[in-house]
C-alpha cells in the first residue's frame, strides 16, 4: 500500500477575514473554500475584529496570503492601523491586504483607505462568491509574485555577503557590521572584542596535500567557529586561510579565559593549528573599525612569530 500522500501535499493558501459580522465569516468562508490556486487549496482563518486579527497576525503572519480587512464605522482608523501593523510592525510586504467595503471604487474615502498600505479592495454588498473568488484570485496572483521576488532578492542579499566556501560572512560587511556594534558599546557603556584567527602553516599544507585538503581544513574553521560561537557573534572569514570574530559585550581577557580555551579545543579535535590575536574596546575608548582589525592582526603575527613552530608538530594528514 503506498505511502499517503498528504505528506507531499503543497500547503493551502491561508486567507484572513476581519470581520465582526459572523455571517460575513460563513459567507467567504463558502466563497473561497471550495478553491484553488496553482494546485493549493484555499484555507479560511476567520477573526471577529481588529484585536483578534492583530494577535492570529502576530503569530502566524507569514503564512497568510491574503487579509480581507472590513473597517470598523466605530472605530475610525482601525482598519489602516492593521495595515500599518502588518507593514511596519510585522514588515510583511508580501501579504496582500483588501478592503471589504460597501464604498465605491471613486469614493474619496476609499482611495485615501488604498493608498495606507492596501492592495485592493471586495465589494461587502456583492452576493455572488464569483467577483469574491476574482478579486482574492488577483491578491493570490500578487502574493505568489511578490513573495517569490522577495526570496530571490533574499537569495541574493545572502550570496553577496556569504563566502561560499565556508558559509560565514564574506568582508563586505565587516567594517559596517564592526562601525554599527561599536556605535551600539558605546552608547550602552560596553565592551567589545575583535578576534583575529591564522591556520598555521596553510601554504605549506595547500602545497604538500593539496588544494582540495586545504578546502577541508577551511571549512572545518568555519564549522568550528559557528559551532562555538554566541548568537550574538558575528564571524567572518577575512581572505585566504585569516578569520575575524566580532564579539560584542566581551573583553579580550574574558575571551582569552573562556572563549579561546573551548574554540582551540574544538580546532585541535579536528586536527588544525591557529594563530590568535584579539584586541577591544570600550568601556572607556572606542577605536574605529580599521584600527580595532589592524590591532587584532599585528597581535596575531607577534603571537605567530613569538611561537612559530616546526610543521611536523602541526600537520596532521589523516584529520577529517
Not at 89 to 108: E, F, K
Request: glycine content about 6%.
Amino acid at each position: 500500500m503506498p505511502l499517503s500522500t498528504h505528506l507531499t501535499d503543497p500547503p493551502p493558501w491561508k486567507v484572513l477575514i476581519v470581520d465582526d459580522d459572523p455571517a460575513c465569516h460563513e459567507r467567504l468562508r463558502a466563497a473561497l473554500s471550495p478553491m484553488t490556486y496553482l494546485g493549493r487549496p484555499l484555507e479560511v482563518l476567520c477573526a471577529g475584529g481588529m484585536a483578534d486579527a492583530r494577535t492570529l497576525l502576530d503569530h502566524a503572519h507569514t503564512d497568510i496570503a491574503v487579509a480581507v480587512i472590513t473597517p470598523v464605522k466605530q472605530v475610525p482608523g482601525a482598519a489602516r492601523a492593521l495595515a500599518e501593523h502588518v507593514r511596519y510592525r510585522l514588515h510583511n510586504q508580501g501579504m496582500r491586504l483588501l478592503l471589504h467595503t460597501h464604498l465605491s471604487p471613486a469614493a474619496p474615502k476609499l482611495s485615501a483607505l488604498q493608498a495606507c498600505d492596501f492592495n485592493g479592495y471586495l465589494d461587502r454588498g456583492a452576493r455572488d462568491a464569483a467577483p469574491v473568488w476574482a478579486g482574492v484570485l488577483v491578491a493570490l496572483r500578487a502574493h505568489h509574485e511578490v513573495t517569490s521576488l522577495l526570496r530571490a532578492i533574499e537569495e541574493l542579499r545572502h550570496r553577496s555577503i556569504t563566502d561560499p566556501l565556508t558559509g560565514l560572512n564574506n568582508p563586505s560587511t565587516l567594517r559596517q557590521t564592526l562601525t554599527r556594534a561599536l556605535s551600539g558599546g558605546q552608547r550602552r557603556h560596553e565592551p567589545l572584542t575583535v578576534l583575529f584567527l591564522d591556520v598555521d602553516h596553510f601554504k605549506l599544507i595547500n602545497d604538500e596535500q593539496g588544494h582540495l585538503r586545504g578546502d577541508e581544513i577551511l571549512r572545518a574553521v568555519g564549522s568550528v567557529l559557528r559551532s562555538n560561537s554566541r548568537m550574538e557573534d558575528t564571524c567572518y572569514r577575512y581572505g585566504g586561510d585569516e578569520f575575524l570574530v566580532i564579539l560584542p559585550n566581551c573583553t579580550a581577557a574574558q575571551v582569552e579565559a573562556n572563549y579561546l580555551p573551548r574554540l582551540l579545543a574544538a580546532f585541535q579535535e579536528v586536527g588544525i593549528s591557529v594563530s590568535h590575536g584579539a584586541a577591544d574596546a570600550g568601556p572607556r575608548c572606542y577605536p574605529s573599525a580599521d584600527e580595532l582589525i589592524r590591532c587584532a592582526d599585528e597581535r596575531m603575527y607577534q603571537r605567530k612569530r613569538a611561537q612559530r613552530r616546526a610543521p611536523e608538530g602541526i600537520l596532521r594528514p589523516t584529520a577529517a
